[in-house]
């Protein structure tokens, strides 16, 4: 099963910028879909942005435009660049990995995101 750690978190202020990172270890990069959630308290987990092995991307309506997901498969790691953040983009962010082969799904830890002035 392939590890996930997060890191890039913090303290921004409205219409600031943030970039998260995904360390993945422990199985074949190569072989996964990737992706980024958000969980705001009180709220569901949510879908961000996914990567496939091949590069093509995926957005939340909410996102699209101000986020971008990338992938680094020799250094196993998934970037998230986030952009003009809003007070809604508050939440703790989880990578994710789905194995393409199976469908088996990997979360981290998180990673929190506050915006706010």
């Known amino acids: 099963q392939v590890q996930l750690v997060e890191s890039g978190g913090g303290l921004v202020q409205p219409g600031g910028s943030l970039r998260l990172s995904c360390a993945a270890s422990g199985s074949k990069f190569i072989l996964y879909t990737m992706g980024w959630y958000r969980q705001a308290p009180g709220k569901q987990r949510e879908l961000v942005a996914t990567?496939?092995?091949?590069?093509?991307?995926n957005y939340a309506d909410s996102v699209k435009g101000r986020f971008s997901i990338s992938r680094d498969n020799d250094k196993n790691t998934v970037a998230l660049q986030m952009n003009s953040l809003n007070s809604e983009d508050t939440a703790v962010y989880y990578c994710n990995a789905r194995k393409i082969l199976d469908g088996v799904v990997s979360w981290g830890q998180g990673t929190q995101v506050t915006v706010s002035s």
């Open positions: 990567i496939t092995s091949g590069s093509s991307t």
